[in-house]
Nanobody, 122 residues
Framework: QVHLVESGGGLVQAGGSLRLSCAAS????????MGWFRQAPGKEREFVAA????????YDSNSVKGRFTISRDNAENTMYLQMNNLKSEDTAVYYC???????????????WGQGTQVTVSS
């Protein structure tokens, strides 16, 4: 079992920045793909970014590429999401997740954190 805990969410003005963290514990593995997803009220959970065990990064190109940067520190079992130039449409609950697969599909992720709220005011 892998336990994931997100932190770093909050309220920020449009154009501002936040850095989310996801701390992993339990049966962690540097081979896992770690991902960030988000869910706004009334909308489906959507992919934001992921990083594989080998360090390959994947982004949702339509909405966040160029503004968000995903990274991981395997020694610390922690993943990060640096979010710059935030927009009101980025407002959502952000979840971190882990899977043994290389995928951007939320249904393929086996482990989930409890989520952290990000609110961007315009």
């Amino acid at each position: 079992q892998v336990h994931l805990v997100e932190s770093g969410g909050g309220l920020v003005q449009a154009g501002g920045s936040l850095r989310l963290s996801c701390a992993a514990s339990g049966r962690t593995s540097s081979r896992y793909t770690m991902g960030w997803f988000r869910q706004a009220p009334g909308k489906e959970r959507e992919f934001v970014a992921a990083v594989t065990g080998s360090g390959t990064r994947m982004y949702d190109s339509n909405s966040v590429k160029g503004r968000f940067t995903i990274s991981r520190d395997n020694a610390e079992n922690t993943m990060y999401l640096q979010m710059n130039n935030l927009k009101s449409e980025d407002t959502a609950v952000y979840y971190c997740a882990a899977t043994e697969r290389i995928t951007a599909q939320y249904r393929d992720y086996d482990y989930w954190g409890q989520g952290t709220q990000v609110t961007v005011s315009s």
